[in-house]
């Protein structure tokens, strides 16, 4: 038997790149929340032209069962893509499913954790050669 969770998908969206490998830390995190939370679908997304996108990605969650979806902003600022673009992506795509909730999650933004790994990369840049080589 289901429980209600098994019907929750979370997308975490990027922004993307066209450099190769450049969502793997993105991928990563996906990968860790799936073992943690093993009832749930989690997919990943970009609005780069690569891909895969929103719509696709939505489209295969709501495919697979789900019928709440919590779109993850893979972002640090709030910026005109999180104001503007991705809550009118979202609402476009949320008329196709009628009986969907489609939740626009809260972007990364501050968190007092982000203190102690940009202290973790400080160190671990002091050893870095100079830019100039």
Not at 23 to 52: D, F, H, N
Not at 61 to 81: N, Q, S, T
Request: aromatic residues 6%; proline residues 5%; charged residues 30%.
């Amino acid at each position: 038997m289901k429980d209600n969770y098994s019907k929750e998908a979370i997308i975490l969206m990027g922004h993307g790149s066209r450099v190769p490998g450049a969502g793997e830390g993105m991928e990563k995190v996906a990968q860790r929340l799936k073992e943690k939370r093993p009832w749930a679908m989690i997919e990943t997304c970009y609005m780069s032209e690569l891909g895969p996108h929103f719509p696709e990605i939505l489209e295969k969650c709501v495919r697979e069962g789900a019928d709440k979806v919590i779109v993850m902003p893979y972002f640090l600022h709030l910026g005109i893509h999180l104001l503007k673009d991705v809550p009118d992506m979202m609402r476009t795509e949320a008329k196709k499913y009628p009986g969907l909730t489609l939740i626009l999650g809260r972007h990364l933004g501050f968190d007092e954790s982000l203190v102690d790994l940009v202290g973790k990369r400080l160190e671990e840049s002091k050893e870095l050669i100079d830019i100039r080589g």
